[in-house]
T-cell receptor, first 115, second 114 residues
Framework: AQSVAQPEDQVNVAEGNPLTVKCTYS??????LFWYVQYPNRGLQFLLK??????LVKGSYGFEAEFNKSQTSFHLKKPSALVSDSALYFC?????????????FGSGTRLSIRP | EAQVTQNPRYLITVTGKKLTVTCSQN?????MSWYRQDPGLGLRQIYY???????DKGDVPEGYKVSRKEKRNFPLILESPSPNQTSLYFC?????????????FGNGTRLTVT
């Protein structure tokens, strides 16, 4: 069975500092991994995905994520946080052999950036 | 502008009064789905559609109906709403039906059933 864990409900970071939002997953076979961001009163927006290839993937708004197969992790990172990065972040996973419908979302991590 | 449009954004209704939440996408996407978002439970899939006239149940389909008569539209129907269907609902679509295609979400419909 597929599953995604986001171990931190909330992450607090000072503006200008690096940030990390953690995600671990469990899936049979090769994973397809995604990060989404949700701003207040909006739907989820796609940030980036890992399908295959380079373990470090770059996405929107200066975010990147590192795929680590041995640790089954896909942590979201940004070198220098902005106040405008404050939002709810979701990690999601699909198995490579599955369809679009078989996506599992984590419970979300609220990122708060203080000025 | 490429987008998924849901209407209404907010809806307050009473138990048993049938309602429809509309969803439309202008990106010629094959796949569409409905989710509900509840505190502590994350996103749960209600129904999905791989193509016109092809729909299937997600994880929490009870009390809901959908239809996909046209590629762009995927309405969510609550025939007899109950208070436990009070939630934030999202429609989503993706270009392809394969596992690599990211989802595009609407801005949500906040439903309250009294």
């Amino acid at each position: 069975a597929q599953s995604v864990a986001q171990p931190e409900d909330q992450v607090n970071v000072a503006e200008g500092n690096p940030l990390t939002v953690k995600c671990t997953y469990s899936v049979s076979g090769n994973p397809y991994l995604f990060w989404y961001v949700q701003y207040p009163n909006r739907g989820l927006q796609f940030l980036l995905k890992y399908i295959t290839g380079d373990n470090l993937v770059k996405g929107s708004y200066g975010f990147e994520a590192e795929f680590n197969k041995s640790q089954t992790s896909f942590h979201l990172k940004k070198p220098s946080a902005l106040v405008s990065d404050s939002a709810l972040y979701f990690c999601a996973v699909r198995a490579s052999y599955s369809s679009a419908s078989k996506i599992i979302f984590g419970s979300g991590t609220r990122l708060s950036i203080r000025p | 502008e490429a987008q998924v449009t849901q209407n209404p954004r907010y809806l307050i209704t009473v138990t048993g009064k049938k309602l429809t939440v509309t969803c439309s996408q202008n990106m010629n996407h094959e796949y569409m789905s409905w989710y509900r978002q509840d505190p502590g439970l994350g996103l749960r899939q209600i129904y999905y559609s791989m193509n016109v006239e092809v729909t299937d149940k997600g994880d929490v389909p009870e009390g809901y109906k959908v239809s996909r008569k046209e590629k762009r539209n995927f309405p969510l129907i609550l025939e007899s709403p109950s208070p436990n269907q009070t939630s934030l609902y999202f429609c989503a679509s993706s270009l392809r039906t394969g596992p690599d295609s990211p989802l595009h979400f609407g801005n949500g419909t906040r439903l309250t059933v009294t």
